[in-house]
């Protein structure tokens, strides 16, 4: 820094004596602190060199939520928090040595989070020499987010590991106030395990259960690892209760405790917040001290309470206010326990490699060894003469390196296992001819069994099996090493066609257009001219599939293109002729265009047109006659000659149905008697009767599919009768 300014002088001398006074007034006025590496011994927070360090700063709310703050944003916030020259309350300006980012959990898109809000914001207070704790700012049941939290920490600590000056704090407040320290440690070791496993040295914030009220029991019982502080929030309600005080001593007396939420407003809304600085603020500064706890003060904002601002970003301040109180204790504070300014590297060894197999591996911290020295040592017993970089391994165990350089030790753990990788097989397939399925190398040193449905193929013993065999078929395979376990994957033969409903479709019966056979091979059940699913409805291969607003709902399908088809596997339970009605619609400007139905490939009704009905989802029906379905008929094909309807189902009908293949005749049913005293009988050219029987105050009383309708049992009055989808009126008498 000095050199820095130097050579600036001489450069700048001749251009202008104002910058020259104005440059070393701005490199007098910025001095940022050092951040380096911070490590735990005891219940002390300290530096490279040795020093106690006490962290003391700020809180302030979601950092998201800040951004959109109208008046100062984030950055302003920041820059507002660090200013040494605001001389609001006595203090001449602002000191904190740590900020703490509240980050509101509920983050859809890690990534983006991580680019958009998270890195900016600790670059920017990193920038200003600051440390910063990353809160996973949870007020919740761990039982429900440890999913989550998993995820937030298994995204974040490898992206901040190499960062000094970040800290980890794992879950703000577990609320569990029904767990003992000692039954809630097992869920916070887990979450301490996976972020070391990421980060080895980011110093480490663990709650407590009870909205960290219960660390006390960590001073017997401490989570396992290396540079864990402990968590404890102590508002004004706790801190009367000498119960709460106890707990936080009994950890402090053995471990490093950090109050990572304190704070007071005499005005505040919530009693449990309301304090004084007499009563209550300088008494908790005071034993904190006494105590060697570190802290952040809850909340520098102007909305979350208690706040240390008004509405408008002004200070509060006096005897009622905590804003004021804590920017004059930390400019008191400013000099003190603070870490020297020495530059650590960390080592990193990932977190689990596999021996199995090999003869030796690797372990790499991937430094150079440009003054350094290095220190190995498998399950924590120094391995003589290995001084280098680089460390060669043959068995499995624990390894740990520890780095000096710069004057700071930093060290890092990796386990070296014997346990198989998984093996990669294919998982299915249909086999149209044989297949080789192979389950590792040649050269791989492991032993295999291969069964088939359960059964050891005796003569299967290689790392490869050749198969070809009916679907369905399932094929196992198990991959041992002597010392190393086995490993098992499954191959499953599948059918090319399968029914879609698991068994062949009825007939006579309604055949679902949508009910195509299922195909595990391209254009073998159905054929579309276009990819994907227009519809997006049901299924996910090229046919267009939509809901259907028809009367009975389901699907249909649409986007009918000319030269389109879709198979179906029949089981003709009732043999002999048959009528097919055709459930269609059809808003096309000129043709509806046509269907052609074969059975077993043979053509059975020729092109029948389609009608035009004057909407997608305005359906009628038309009627084919005389189509002979057997025993024999097992596949039924809608092939599409010409494109231009919507199809919801066929039905298939035993016998002749009177009526026309054009339904433009669709509005001529007949309801017979009306008025009625009991039976109604509908005819006309329409054969399917989905009737609805609906009273004159909307209230659905009946449905059915008959062609008859029994009103003998519903009182006297008017009633609407819907018949596919067409209201009459009829009357009981
Ligand atoms: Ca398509
Ligand atoms: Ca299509
Ligand atoms: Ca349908």
Redesign the pocket.
């Known amino acids: 820094m000095v050199n820095f300014i130097i050579i600036k002088l001489t450069t700048m001398i001749m251009r202008n004596l104002y910058s020259i006074i104005f440059f070393l007034l701005l490199s007098l006025t910025t001095s940022f602190a050092a951040t380096p590496w911070l490590h735990v011994e005891g219940n002390k927070i300290k530096d490279p060199a040795g020093n106690v360090v006490i962290l003391r700063g700020i809180d302030i709310q979601d950092i998201g939520g800040q951004k959109t703050d109208p008046t100062v944003g984030l950055y302003g916030l920041i820059n507002l928090l660090t200013n040494q020259n605001d001389p609001a309350s006595t203090s001449p300006g602002w000191y904190p040595h740590v900020i703490r980012f509240t980050i509101n959990p509920g983050i859809s898109n890690f990534q983006t989070y991580y680019d958009n809000t998270l890195k900016p914001a600790v670059d920017s207070a990193s920038k200003k020499g600051l440390y910063v704790i990353i809160d996973n700012h949870f007020i919740a049941d761990i039982l429900g987010n440890i999913d989550y939290t998993n995820r937030f920490w298994s995204f974040m600590a490898p992206r901040f590991r190499d960062q000094s000056n970040v800290i980890f704090e794992v879950y703000n407040e577990p609320i569990n106030s029904s767990l003992t320290w000692g039954q809630f440690k097992p869920y916070m070791q887990d979450w301490v395990d996976l972020i070391r496993g990421y980060a080895p040295n980011n110093l480490i914030l663990a709650g407590s259960p009870q909205w960290d009220q219960k660390m006390g029991d960590a001073s017997t019982n401490p989570l396992v690892g290396a540079n864990i502080v402990y968590v404890a929030h102590v508002y004004p309600n706790h801190w009367k209760s000498a119960w709460n005080r106890t707990q936080v001593e009994m950890a402090s007396a053995i471990v490093p405790v950090i109050l990572t939420e304190w704070g007071f407003r005499a005005g505040a809304s919530s009693t449990s917040l309301q304090g004084t600085v007499d009563v209550y603020g300088t008494q908790i500064m005071d034993w904190a001290d006494l105590h060697g706890l570190s802290w952040t003060a809850w909340c520098a904002d102007n909305d979350w309470e208690p706040t240390m601002f008004t509405a408008t970003w002004q200070l509060r301040v006096g005897n009622n206010e905590m804003g004021g109180f804590v920017k004059d204790k930390l400019y008191e504070k400013r000099n003190d326990d603070q870490p020297a300014d020495i530059a650590c590297l960390a080592p990193y060894l990932g977190k689990e490699q596999t021996l199995c197999a090999k003869t030796s591996i690797d372990i790499q911290t991937g430094f150079d060894n440009t003054g350094k020295v290095f220190r190995w040592y498998k399950d924590n017993t120094l391995i003589g003469g290995e001084t280098a970089p680089t460390l060669t391994v043959n068995q499995k165990g624990l390894y740990k390196v520890e780095v000096d350089s710069n004057g700071c030790t930093m060290s890092h753990q990796v386990s070296i296992v014997d346990t198989l990788f998984p093996i990669n097989l294919t998982k299915s397939a249909v086999l149209t001819d044989s297949l080789l399925l192979e389950a590792g190398l040649p050269t791989d040193p492991y032993t295999y069994s291969w069964e088939k449905n359960g059964n050891v193929i005796a003569s299967a013993t290689s790392y490869s099996l050749k198969v070809f065999d009916t679907c369905g078929t399932k094929f196992t395979v198990t991959s041992s090493y002597a010392g190393c376990g086995s490993t098992a994957a499954d191959f499953t033969a599948l059918c090319p066609r399968a029914y879609y409903l698991g068994t062949p479709i009825v007939v006579p019966g309604k055949v679902e257009a949508e009910y195509y056979d299922i195909q595990n091979l391209p254009n073998l059940t159905c054929y579309?001219?276009?990819a994907g699913n227009?519809g997006g409805a049901l299924r996910s291969d090229n046919?267009?599939v939509e809901v259907t607003s028809d009367i009975g709902g389901g699907y249909n399908v649409g986007?009918?293109?000319t030269g389109?088809w879709l198979e179906y596997s029949i089981d003709v339970q009732d043999p002999g002729l048959c009528a097919i009605l055709f459930r269609v619609a059809s808003k096309a400007t000129t043709s509806a265009g046509s269907i052609d139905i074969s059975l077993n490939g043979v053509d059975a009704t020729g092109n029948v047109a389609m009608p035009l009905t004057g909407g997608w989802q305005t359906y009628t029906t038309v009627v084919v006659n005389n189509i002979n379905f057997s025993a024999t008929d097992t596949l039924l094909r809608i092939s599409i000659p010409q494109g231009g309807f919507n199809i919801n189902y066929l039905q298939v009908v035993k016998g002749f149905v009177q009526g026309t293949e054009d339904a433009s005749n669709k509005t001529s049913f007949n309801i017979y008697p009306n008025p009625t005293n009991g039976m109604i009988t509908l005819t006309g050219s329409s054969f399917i009767y989905n009737w609805q029987l609906i009273s004159s105050l909307g209230v659905l009383i009946m449905e059915g599919s008959e062609q008859r309708v029994d009103l003998s049992q519903v009182p006297s009055g008017q009633y609407t009768l819907l018949i596919n989808g067409e209201a009459r009126k009829v009357v009981k008498w």
């Open positions: 579309d001219t276009d227009n046919v267009d986007w009918t293109n389109e």
